[in-house]
C-alpha cells in the first residue's frame, strides 16, 4: 500500500510570478532581437533557456557543459557584487535626504507581473539579480528626482547596472554543446578529439570531474546496452519562457532614454 501511494504522488509544483516596476527591467528580460546592423541580445527569458541546455549537457558527463556552468558561476558571482556596490552608492545619496521629510517608495501604478517557469538554480539566481536590478533603477530614478545625483550620475548608473546583466546572458550565449563525454575523453577517441579541436582543451580538474559548479547536476549513467540502443544525445533547444503576451516587446534604449519614466 505504501509503495502504491508512493507511485500515485505527482510532482511538486509551485506558483512563481516576479513583479517589475520598471521598463528598464522589463528591456533586460526581453533583450534585444537581431536586426540590420545589431547583432541578437538574448533577454532572461532566454537566458533561462540556455541554462537549461546546458544542465542537460552537464548531467550527460559532458565536461564542456561543467565548464561553462563554471563561468557562468562565476561572472553571477560578479554581477551580484557589482550591482550591490551600486546600490550603497544609491542608499548613500538617499541618506541625504532630510529626516523632516518622509519619502515613499515609487512604485509603478500598473507593475507587470511575470509567471515563472524555471528549471535551473542558475535561472533563479538571474531572476534575483534582475529583480534587484529593477529595485536599483526605482532607487536611483527616486534620488535623481529629489535632486540627489545629476542626470550623467543616474545615466551612468543605469547603463552599468544593465550592462552587468546584459553580459552575463551573452557569456551565456555563447555555449556550445560539445557531444562528447569524459569516458571518450578518457579513451581519447575520435569524438573527444573533435570536440577538443572545436572547443579548445579544458582545465584537468574540469575534464576529470574533480571540480564541477556549486549547482551542477547529477550524472547520468547510462550502461553500454543502453547507449547502443539509444540515439546519440543532442540537447535540443528548451522553449523560451511564455510571457511574451504578458509584456510586449520593446526595443532596447540607452538609460538617456529611459530616464524620462
Do not use: C
Amino acid at each position: 500500500m505504501a509503495d502504491e501511494l508512493r507511485l500515485n504522488l505527482g510532482a511538486l509544483r509551485s506558483d512563481m510570478q516576479l513583479t517589475l516596476h520598471t521598463h528598464h527591467a522589463s528591456r533586460i528580460w526581453h533583450g534585444r532581437p537581431e536586426s540590420e546592423g545589431q547583432r541578437r541580445i538574448v533577454g532572461l527569458n532566454g537566458f533561462v533557456s540556455i541554462m537549461a541546455r546546458i544542465k542537460r549537457g552537464a548531467e550527460q558527463d559532458d565536461p564542456y557543459s561543467d565548464w561553462w556552468m563554471l563561468k557562468i558561476e562565476e561572472r553571477l558571482d560578479g554581477a551580484k557584487t557589482r550591482l550591490q556596490e551600486l546600490r550603497e552608492t544609491v542608499d548613500h545619496a538617499l541618506a541625504h535626504i532630510p529626516r523632516a521629510l518622509t519619502v515613499g517608495e515609487n512604485l509603478s501604478v500598473q507593475p507587470v507581473k511575470l509567471p515563472l517557469f524555471i528549471g535551473t538554480q542558475h535561472g533563479f539566481l538571474a531572476v534575483y539579480l534582475l529583480a534587484d536590478y529593477d529595485d536599483l533603477a526605482r532607487r536611483f530614478l527616486l534620488a535623481h528626482h529629489t535632486a540627489l545625483i545629476d542626470r550623467d550620475t543616474l545615466v551612468q548608473s543605469l547603463d552599468e547596472a544593465a550592462h552587468v546583466l546584459r553580459s552575463l546572458f551573452m557569456l551565456a550565449q555563447r555555449y556550445r554543446y560539445s557531444g562528447a563525454t569524459r569516458d571518450d575523453f578518457a579513451a581519447n577517441n575520435a569524438v573527444a578529439r573533435a570536440a577538443r579541436e572545436k572547443l579548445g582543451d579544458l582545465p584537468q580538474d574540469v575534464l576529470e570531474g574533480t571540480k564541477r559548479p556549486r549547482f551542477a547536476p547529477p550524472i547520468i549513467r547510462r550502461s553500454a546496452l543502453t547507449d547502443m540502443a539509444a540515439p546519440s544525445y543532442s540537447p535540443s533547444p528548451a522553449p523560451d519562457v511564455e510571457l511574451e503576451e504578458a509584456l510586449p516587446e520593446l526595443p532596447l534604449e540607452s538609460a538617456e532614454d529611459m530616464a524620462r519614466e
